[in-house]
């Protein structure tokens, strides 16, 4: 019998904990089970963790490879049944007496990667109206393999490896980050998602605003509905208005048939206007009218049309900036920031952040190109480390994915690496503070580096504001635009 909340897992964004939580209630109720958990191996700590469970007693269950019913089937690979909770030597009641729940019966079974290793343990507890059987220690076993390969098709997969000397830690599916400007970053996603509240998502170039807004999409309400993007950078300015409205016929030369925009192909869905601080003038008043009504006219057209969308937007520009000279409309910049998520540049986000992204596209890379064999060396982990990433994580994706192509031999060393040269060691960044505090932390470094390391850390805590930075720094804006320019020259 298969899986139907599987098809979840494969969305790209996805909430996890939310994904797998639909999985596991749908196993609940195949098997006629009072509650479900689904365990996956912490390979760092030697421990299972219990990342999606009916158990809102504890937020969390550790347990110790081997200990109780889920780390026997752990350490052992054997699926277990057990009728009642005296009956099994191996049966743990440590999680009972801290919940208050009383476990009666208990079915177990293993998880297992494309190695046939374990990676989890799917369990069940108390039966309803009887004892597990033969026929279900079968019918789990079955649904744990269904949920096997679609977790190896997840950014979980380089986390669940054996040899991983990696915490487990995930979110959102093939966004990788545990830092404490990524986690404010998750926080603003979540809640943003439950909402049609329009998104703006500032950062700068390849941090992964697109991805972040496909999480925002993928994880609200209108998962089911499309998904439309547009360039407002890709396209000539004459060009925008007809790929956002569309045209009626005869509108222009050549215009023998009405034609949809993307804002009619986003209906019901979202539509994600990246770099939006492109768009001419002329057409931010029409999307303006669009944001405050939910009306359009097409090219050439008459009759305004009503739609039910939701907007997701992204800039890498400076708005405040383009609205004080004049070429980004207030009214709009007002309209669009009613949740502003702040992406920070990877060079902010600590080598922890690094590390991971570094071990998940290493790993994606030589699945995808047939190089399992492969090893990255600590010389050429340690000049990825020094390295500045102007280019951000895409230009660490990019990096990585050539030096997998292009190694003749089962190393992959720092020789491989298109660093352009050796890298300048970057200025340390500032460890952020815990949410709620505004702590600076920071390493023996030259003043020069101290100040644009602070400036930094003053910068995403007004959530990429350069105005309100400088009032906080009590500088000119003018002064923080010449040291932030300083530093990139």
């Not at 081997?66 to 057990?82: K, P, Y």
């Not at 049966?91 to 009666?104: A, I, K, M, N, Q």
């Not at 547009?230 to 016929?249: K, M, S, T």
């Amino acid at each position: 019998m298969a899986l139907r909340t599987l098809e979840a897992l494969s969305q790209g964004q996805v909430d996890l904990e939310d994904a797998l939580r639909r999985v596991v209630d749908e196993v609940v109720d195949q098997l006629d089970a009072d509650r479900g958990t689904l365990y996956l191996v912490d390979h760092a700590r030697r421990e299972l963790v219990s990342r999606v469970a009916h158990l809102p007693e504890l937020a969390e269950i550790r347990l110790r490879v081997g200990e109780g019913i889920a780390g026997t089937v752990a350490a052992t690979g054997q699926a277990i049944a057990m009728p009642d909770g005296g009956a099994d030597p191996r049966f743990s009641e440590r999680v009972d007496s801290l919940t208050g729940y009383r476990t009666r019966s208990v079915l177990a079974v293993p998880v297992r990667g494309r190695d046939h290793a374990v990676i989890g343990v799917l369990q069940l507890l108390n039966k309803l109206g009887g004892r597990f059987t033969a026929e279900d220690v079968v019918r789990l076993s079955d649904l744990a393999a269904e949920l096997a390969q679609a977790l190896v098709r997840t950014s979980l997969a380089s986390q669940l490896r054996a040899d991983s000397n990696r915490p487990l830690e995930f979110r959102y599916n093939h966004i990788v980050g545990e830092s404490p400007a990524m986690l404010d970053v998750f926080r603003r996603i979540a809640r943003a998602a439950r909402t049609d509240a329009t998104v703006l998502i500032r950062g700068e170039s390849g941090t992964g605003k697109e991805v972040l807004a496909r999480a925002v999409h993928v994880n609200s309400p209108r998962r089911e509905r499309p998904f439309v993007k547009v360039d407002c950078a890709a396209l000539p300015a004459q060009l925008i208005e007809n790929e956002l409205f569309g045209h009626e016929r005869g509108a222009f030369t050549g215009a023998d048939r009405a034609a949809a925009g993307k804002v009619e192909q986003a209906r019901g869905g979202t539509l994600f206007l990246d770099e939006v601080g492109e768009l001419p003038l002329t057409v931010q008043g029409k999307l303006l009218r669009l944001l405050q009504d939910r009306t359009f006219l097409r090219v050439g057209g008459t009759t305004p049309q009503a739609v039910d969308l939701r907007f997701v937007c992204a800039t890498h520009r400076d708005l405040e900036a383009e609205v004080e000279a004049g070429r980004f409309r207030q009214d709009l910049y007002y309209r669009l920031r009613v949740v502003q998520i702040a992406v920070p540049p990877l060079r902010a986000r600590g080598p922890a952040d690094l590390d991971r992204l570094i071990d998940h596209f290493f790993f994606e890379c030589c699945e995808k190109h047939d190089r399992e064999d492969l090893q990255l060396t600590a010389r050429a982990r340690a000049a990825l480390h020094r390295h500045p990433w102007p280019g951000n994580v895409r230009e660490l994706e990019h990096c990585i994915e050539s030096a997998v192509v292009l190694a003749p031999g089962p190393i992959v060393d720092v020789e491989l690496l298109p660093l352009g040269g050796p890298a300048p060691t970057p200025a340390p960044a500032p460890v952020a503070p815990a949410p709620g505090g505004d702590q600076f932390v920071i390493g023996l470094v030259s003043l020069r580096e101290l100040e644009l390391a602070y400036i930094d850390h003053v910068l995403a805590h007004c959530d990429g504001n350069r105005s309100a930075a400088a009032r906080m720094l009590e500088i000119g804006r003018n002064t923080l635009l010449r040291k932030l320019k300083e530093r990139e020259e």
